[in-house]
């Protein structure tokens, strides 16, 4: 922050002059700043004396200095995990919930609740196909044999060549 040329002590003589009678335009001439300074101290210090500008000042800085460590204190406990965030992927809870029940001899609907997944989730079973193990093969092939296709034309290859048939609106039944 930039700081002032004058002194508490010159603000306060220069706000004493104006109260005075000492026109704005004269005082401004005469100590070598704008108007819009001279107003902008009257605002801010006007009717004060010197203690009272010292004690006005002393809690500036301790405000400064509290924000301070508040951003301070909050950047660490952003850095340190404080804020939200997924730590254990919900596979992973899954498996974490499963391994309890069946080790432990705990209840589903507890395990569930523990570990914050769904029963659903705790229950779910991939089901994997022959054709999806075939499609695997097929893309290991191409991106083995098209090294610069990315997965946009992979998918293209597979399902307009090859003639894959997921993502395909099914026809209209009439």
């Given amino acids: 922050m930039k700081t002032s040329r004058n002194t508490d002590s010159q603000i306060l003589a220069i706000l004493k002059q104006a109260e005075a009678g000492t026109l704005v335009s004269q005082l401004c001439r005469e100590h070598g700043m704008s108007s819009a300074t001279f107003y902008k101290w009257r605002s ?3 009717g004060m004396d010197a203690s009272l500008m010292a004690r006005m000042k002393d809690l500036e800085d301790e405000n400064r200095r509290l924000k301070k460590m508040y951003a301070e204190e909050r950047q660490g406990r952003d850095r340190a995990g404080g804020a939200r ?3 254990v992927r ?3 809870r899954r498996e974490m ?6 080790e432990r001899g ?4 507890l395990a569930c609740l523990a570990f914050s997944i769904s029963p659903s989730c705790y229950r779910y079973q991939p089901t994997l196909s022959d054709k999806n ?3 695997a093969g097929w893309l290991v092939r191409l991106t083995d044999n ?3 296709w990315g997965f946009g034309m992979c998918f293209l290859y597979l399902r307009n ?3 894959f048939g997921w993502n395909r609106p099914s026809p209209a039944i009439e």
Avoid: F
């Fill in 146 to 148: 098209q090294r610069n």
């Fill in 44 to 46: 801010k210090y006007g």
């Fill in 97 to 102: 919930a499963q391994r309890s029940v069946s």
């Fill in 85 to 87: 965030k997924k730590m």
């Fill in 133 to 135: 193990a075939e499609i």
């Fill in 90 to 92: 919900p596979s992973r």
């Fill in 161 to 163: 060549v090859k003639r």
């Fill in 106 to 109: 705990i209840s589903v609907r």
